[in-house]
């Protein structure tokens, strides 16, 4: 057992050891706003104070913390990208994510399952072989593995030649990763608070002006707050908040649905995806499969469920792992992904002195909570965007520098 | 086992068993009997048997609660299926069951320690430890995930057979107990087609156990007379044993059975899904022993069991003293009712139950159950006297029972309004959560809607069935009656939580968790109810909250100091209930598209391929044996198409016809090239990018008429094109028409220098000859009586003519062409060898040569985009990409070494370490006699000559060297022939 619940067992009365230090009030002026208070935005936070010492920040979130797609998405993590540029910014985060729980003091349990990319068709077995040279290319853990191997790796997976679209090969990952997506939004958030940093829940930005001194206005719901930087950070609602302070984005918002069964004995170890089936599959700690597909196929900004994503997405399971016909579905939600064209991120400066964004991140962003908090904090502190992000400014659209990860993202996270 | 041996009542209890019918089913490997109309859960409590499974956490024991399949320590495995939950799984012969979550057996569960060891796994524990040093969690979840998950999943298991159905109705009523059937009656009779929804397998609800009050003679009248009525009128449809699991936007219902989906669109919902009993929290409130009093109702009145030999009663309301009536009714010993009202809410009751011999002791609490040894039943409960502020005092005395049953109130089931966009809000008047925001074109009735007495609950469900009646236009005569309800204000008790200081005080049974967890939860900053839930997981389990979240909430709100009027529960997610994935999927219909030439490909040897959802011939192994042959079987076909004549099924080709005076002007927009001046009876190549300039789809247009053209498509590309081709034009209001015509015409492309040949000797009313017949012609004609659209491209670079004719007919013209052909060595052709014969042509293939970000000249296809035009999608970003410097052009090559190692698609292009592009083709050409392909290469290498790297596997570098393309007949006389 170790010393840490040996404390918690022999103490007489128990310490609540607040995770979060109590609120404070909301002030009219900070350095530096955050707007979000999602992964991402904590993330940003935590370094702001951390690697910066700007410690005069407050972080505002409309609902409750890292109520967004952090608390909504399927905590895949993995850097076997498509683009140099994405693959070595993504294999930055894994980088930080194998020693966050220890810099942070809670257990994220990151667990490195390794993933397992299936292709059915030629065309697959040719993008995955793509994606593996271009990791191995720069070094990322990465290869295209024939039926035989796969067999061994995921010995539960159908791999009969007489289905609908019979298994060729998979894209394997080995350090691909799933994590406890809360842990990791309050780990930043009290690592950001322990400095300082003020997160202001229940907080919503209503209106952004841009002033003449280059300081910015922020209208919320209680009251308005003076900012020197603001950072955005609002996942699905991007182009809402962007256009507030007259920013128009690239990004197109659909909903992201996913479900999770019933706790089960653990039986499947690899997260295995498949582009063509559109479906993506892990099991956790607690025992449950955290299943997901692809987006919904039209723009929308509400989190409804609908009947037509369960009944697809558990035909296609079904498909590679007809046994589970009894495991039941215990939960379905949705989130919204903010999907850019070219199926990378947005980070980097606007139109707007003083206003960084930090969108697009579709399906995929929460692996990068590590590395694009870091990012953008030092974009916050020194107006200058770190190299490793820099492909991925705004500005990139209208040059027509995209950064083209649509072949690997689909439905890959 | 319990000690008590439970026997059965007499007759009438147990309304819904066959005592004439007895099944023998097994249990943990113990043979058992039961009655039909028996669940696994009552059959095994007839037997005494009330433990069935062990807790996720702590390994206790458990038995059913609700015994309405509400919570899910009813869990089960049966067979290949786990968490099935026994209460409401009728026994059948052969029957075999087993308790779930033990290590050992059931009854001597080697996990149980895990509770002994709780204060040392606080709540979040997870979260606190485990993690230092670097690299030792994944140890540590080693070991938690041998202890995750409940039930066992049989990778082998058999699979079994599930559907679908539609179903329509003007009403649908969910629920079928007092509520449902008077809401559907006056539905019904207004005019509407109502369906009437239950989840049990028989109509009733609580009015096949609840006393209201009243005698339960009564109560079975009213109920058979209300059944009776509805089993007779002809507008009304009745599904039982179907659990409405989901309402999705616009009344879209998802019904489930074991094997069967049901999907439902409703004009109008009711809901009348009632409530649950909620459990009143103190130590080892959640051992077997321990019920609530609708509970212990049903399982006296639905299955005739006796609960047990002595009880006592906890009590906050009226329906406590009914289940004192049931139990002493029974014969049941009643030892004191522990009422923990300061003043009774009804004199009249304690009157009553005192005179028939029952201690009633006001201001008082349980505030411990005592257990057996081995916490499988109870023997007594510790009884503590309340302050005034509802608080137990240091005053306690013991009570030997076997049985407690406990009714503190309900919370309404309003998970299924909430899916359909309704709120649970607290109501301080009622202590519990009412539903607000009821989504439109819907309604609420009975207990879900706060209604409890029994008249008002009927009031309530005529109202809303005639409100659903007047929705659909309907007139009825009748006219609703609001009853004033005089049970909802007393029936829930503001606080049923006395916590232990020992703890085992339950507040979640699916996650063991404590009122001490979500206290510290609380204390550890963890303040909003969500973030409460998240981190102490309560609320996360199978029952998804039902029986927690109404106590949670009381107990965050409490020790947060926030108010609790007006605090939600946390949002409601479907399923209502846990759906197996069989009953999602169904049958699997994965559609499989197959070309009318499938058959005789399949009979002439052909080897499929998927190509999105069709299936084509890969190539013709013959009768050889396959795979000693492929590369062989590819250069035959190879060879048969330079040398003589071979046809390709080029079915699986999108086609779509566009006709209007605008015609032209819309390709001109959908593509890159012009189509204006495109003559009638010609070909045009047809390049569609979108609009970040990326290449889509390619194709060829026909110009049939001025104001007609037939277009085809890639194979996987047709779809998404006419989707998109009529999204356009909704914004664009063109005249035009575009149809999807690709399963009209089959197509087949016959070529090869002896093609005319074989065409000039079919019977046909279309001159083939080279002048009236050109290169990009297109002709319309018959041919062999079968009409046909022919043109001549030049994919495969040789003579050649494709033919388009009607579905039907393709089989009989294909047929022809192989007969006819046969004198100059025809062949059938697949994909395979097609690919090696365009690729020596240089042809690229969308998808494999291009991905998301190739625009056209970096394919070398500038030639195919009209820049003067004023707009085609993508023009803008393209006119923006030239303004900058190309990054990569897409080129053929040559090995410089025929001796080395062979490059294979995918493989990177590399100069100075860095990945500038990579091959997208290759093959052997037996033609040229050596290895070609295509690949992106930086421009300075895209000069022809120029030489360049590839990556192959190991790391290995390997020279390639540019060259022109066509590598094959480069002035492209042949296809010209
Ligand atoms: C179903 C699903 C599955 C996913 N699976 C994966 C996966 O497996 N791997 C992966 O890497 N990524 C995945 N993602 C994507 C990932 O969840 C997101 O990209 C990532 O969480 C974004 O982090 P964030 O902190 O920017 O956003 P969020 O967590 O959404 O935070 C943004 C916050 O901004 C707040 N906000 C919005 N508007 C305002 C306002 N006006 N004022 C104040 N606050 C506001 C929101 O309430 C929200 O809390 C998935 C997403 C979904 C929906």
Known sequence: MPLALLKYGIQRKYKGNRYFPAAKPLRSAYDVVIIGGGGHGLACAYYLARDWGISDVAVLEKGWLASGNTARNTAIIRSNYLTPEGALFYEESMRLWRSLAGELGINLMYSERGHLTLAHTDAAIRT??????????????????????????????????????????????????????????????????????????????????????????LETDRGSISAGQVVQAVAGMSSELARMVGIKLPIRSVPLQACVSEALKPFLDPIVVSGSLHIYVSQSARGELVMGGATDPYPLYSTRSTLDFTEGLMANMLELFPFLENAKVLRQWAGIADMTPD?????????????????????????????????????????????LIKPFELERFSRMEQVGERGAASVGH | MSKFTT?????????????????????????????????????????????????????????????????????VQVGDEPNVLADMLPISAGLSAMGQNYLGSLYRDHAVHAGRLSRFLPVGFYYRAFFRPKGIW?????????????????????????????????????????????????????????????????????????????????????????????????????????????????????????????????????????SVEQAMVFRNNDLPGVLPASGTQRLMRLYGICPGSRAVVATANAEGYDVVLDLLEAGISVQAVIDVNQSAASPELVEQVSTMGVAVHQACTVGEAIPRTGLRSITGVVINKLAESGEATGESWQLDCDLLVTSVGYAPLGQLVCHAGGELIYDDALNSFIVTNVPPDSGLAGSVNHRYALDAVLADGRTAGLDAARALGLNPEADSQIMPDSGAGGINHPYPIYPHRKGKDFVDFDEDQTVADLQNAVADGFEHPELAKRYSTVGMGPSQGRLSSLNALRIVQRVSGDHLAGASVTTQRPPFKPVSFGVLAGRSFEPERLTPMHRWHADNGAVFMPAGMWKRPAYYAGNKDRAATVAEQVAEEVAVIRGNVGVIDVSTLGGIEIRGPDAAEFLNRMYTFAYKKQPVGRARYLLMTDDTGGIVDDGVACRLDDEHFYITTTTTGSDTVYRNMLRRNAEWGLEIDALNVTSTYA??????????????????????????????AVRQGTINGIPVIAMRVGFVGELGYELHVPWTQALAMWKKLIAVGAQFGIRPVGVE???????????????????????????????????SKPYFIGKPAIGLSETRPQSRLLVGFRLLNSDGPVPEESHLVVRDDAIVGRVTSVAWSEALDEVIGLAYVAPEQAESGANFQIKVSQGLMVAAQTVQTPFYDPENLRQAL
């Open chain 2, 747 to 776: 197509g087949m492309n016959i070529a090869g220098p002896m093609s005319r040949q074989v065409m000039e000797k079919i019977e046909s009313d279309m001159d083939f000859s080279k002048d009236a017949f050109p290169y990009l």
């Open chain 2, 833 to 867: 060898a097609q690919r090696v014969l365009r690729l020596e042509k240089g042809h690229i293939i969308i998808g494999q040569d291009t991905d998301s970000l190739t625009m056209p000249r970096d394919a070398a296809l500038d030639w195919a985009v009209t820049s």
């Open chain 2, 7 to 75: 026997s059965r009542l007499p007759e009438p209890w147990g309304s819904v068993i066959n005592r004439d019918h007895t099944i023998s089913f097994r249990f943990e490997g113990k043979g058992y009997q039961g009655y039909e109309g028996d669940t696994l859960a009552s059959a095994l409590a007839a037997n005494g048997v009330m433990l069935l499974s062990r807790s996720f956490k702590y390994h206790r024991p458990r038995g059913a609660f609700t015994f309405a399949g509400l919570d899910a320590n009813s869990y």
């Open chain 2, 138 to 274: 994944p140890l540590w979840e080693r070991f938690f995930r041998r202890a995750a998950g409940l039930g066992k999943i049989n990778c082998n298991a058999d699979e079994a057979y599930f559907d679908k159905q539609y179903l329509f109705a003007d009403v649908a009523v969910i629920g079928g107990g007092p509520a449902g059937l008077s809401a559907a009656l006056a539905a019904a009779r207004a005019g509407a087609n109502v369906l009437l929804i239950e989840e049990a397998a028989t109509l009733g609800g609580s009015l096949n156990y609840a006393r209201f009050q009243r005698h339960r003679r009564d109560v079975d009248s009213l109920r058979d007379s209300l059944i009776g009525q509805v089993e007779q009128n002809d507008n009304i449809r009745v599904l039982v044993g179907a659990t409405c699991n989901g309402w999705f936007p616009d009344n879209w219902l998802a019904l489930s059975r074991p094997n069967r989906l049901y999907k439902l669109r409703a004009k109008h919902v009711i809901a009348c899904t009632g």
């Open chain 1, 343 to 387: 199926f990378s991120p947005v980070m980097g400066i606007t139109p707007v002195s003083n206003y960084y964004i930090d969108a697009g991140w579709g399906t995929w962003g929460f692996k990068a909570t590590p590395v694009c908090g870091s990012c953008m904090a030092e974009l916050a502190a020194t107006g200058k965007a770190p190299e």
């Open chain 1, 128 to 217: 995955s072989r793509w994606r593996a040279e271009v990791n191995q290319h720069l070094g990322i853990d990465s290869e295209l593995v024939g039926r035989d191997e796969l067999a061994k790796l995921c010995p539960e997976l159908n791999l009969s030649e007489d289905i609908r679209y019979p298994v060729l090969g998979a894209l394997y990952h080995p350090p691909g990763a799933i994590a406890r997506h809360d842990a990791v939004a309050w780990g930043y958030a009290r690592g950001a608070m322990q400095s300082g940093v003020e997160i202001h829940q229940q907080t919503e930005v209503t209106g952004i002006q841009s002033l003449d001194d280059g300081s910015i206005e």
